[in-house]
């Protein structure tokens, strides 16, 4: 009996990422939740469209990474991105239903660790986003560990941000990044970034200061055979900062509403997002779009800087 054909996977690139792609040109991955969750239309789009722009002034292609109708998209033409911009209840994208959504063609956005997993698919290394998840405050009683952190121990992508959310705890976030073995380098600081604040008061594990520099790192990972992700830490420009002492205090107040409101798991984040927004009057906002931009531009760097070698 003849089994039947394999199903191959429905990805599609578009014609920017194709052309870059038959010419071995840089290429830089973008998640798409901060685009379906992280801010409404037409802000959003926007906002996605500013930091295509820069990756491509900085001579690299942007590949925004979703999911639509069942469709695994690696790049996304101006008509699918603004489709998307408006799109209503998209889900949310992680290791666990990044294939579910494949197989039930349905339509959803990539976090962290489901664009890592595309990008690796399709043979993208470098990845830009805002800051990372990882271990939650109270995770010991919670058990609230974001998926982004095995990803990043497994899945061989550079992921450029602006280091991890500080509504998160940075402390155990980095010890388990350590434990699994991911190197973590902060660009042209000593001071881990704590996401919106240039810095969290914890020493970074490793420092670099030229994206060539961290694409001769990765060269040597790779003559080692070091497999796996590695983290690089991106400062907020200093004009675009939130003071870290000011953010705690508005963290804190937005973690005691998420405990008076029982939200929990996938809710928590944009919850808490969604809280600082209106305490800080808006400038969370500006301030997250300002890093967004920035990690954009170095990671197009270290992938120019990567295809020099």
Request: with cysteine.
């Amino acid at each position: 009996m003849t089994k039947p054909a394999s199903p191959s996977l429905p990805m599609e690139f578009s014609d920017e990422v194709a052309a870059a792609r038959a010419r071995n040109a840089p290429i830089v991955a973008l998640e798409s939740t901060i685009i379906t969750h992280g801010m409404p239309y037409p802000g959003n789009l926007d906002m996605a469209r500013s930091v295509e722009a820069i990756i491509r002034e900085e001579g690299a292609v942007p590949a925004t990474i979703a999911v639509i109708h069942g469709v695994l998209h690696i790049g996304l033409d101006e008509a699918k991105l603004e489709a998307l911009a408006k799109t209503k209840g998209a889900m949310k994208l992680s290791r666990a239903d990044l294939a579910f959504a494949i197989a039930e063609r349905r339509t959803g956005a990539t976090t962290v660790a489901a664009t890592m997993i595309a990008a690796a698919r399709a043979g993208i290394s470098v990845f830009a986003t805002g800051g990372i998840g990882g271990v939650h405050r109270g995770a010991e009683e919670s058990f609230d560990i974001s998926a982004d952190l095995d990803e990043l121990a497994r899945t061989g992508v550079i992921v450029v941000c602006a280091g991890a959310k500080a509504i998160l705890d940075i402390p155990k976030t980095l010890e388990v990044l350590e434990t699994r073995g991911v190197p973590v380098v902060t660009y042209d600081s000593e001071d881990f970034p704590a996401f919106w604040s240039r810095h969290s008061g914890i020493k970074s594990p490793l420092m670099l200061n030229s994206p060539a520099a961290i694409a001769n790192f990765q060269r040597m990972r790779d003559l080692l055979g070091i497999d796996g992700g590695m983290l690089v830490a991106n400062p907020v420009p200093e004009e675009n900062e939130i003071p870290r002492e000011e953010m705690e205090i508005y963290i804190t107040r937005a973690l005691d509403n998420a405990a008076s409101d029982g939200i929990s798991g996938k809710a928590v984040t944009p919850y808490l997002l969604d809280n600082l927004y209106h305490m800080t009057e808006g400038r969370s906002l500006e301030t997250n779009i300002a890093l967004v931009e920035n990690n954009a531009r170095l990671a197009a760097e270290i992938a120019v800087a990567l295809r020099a070698i």
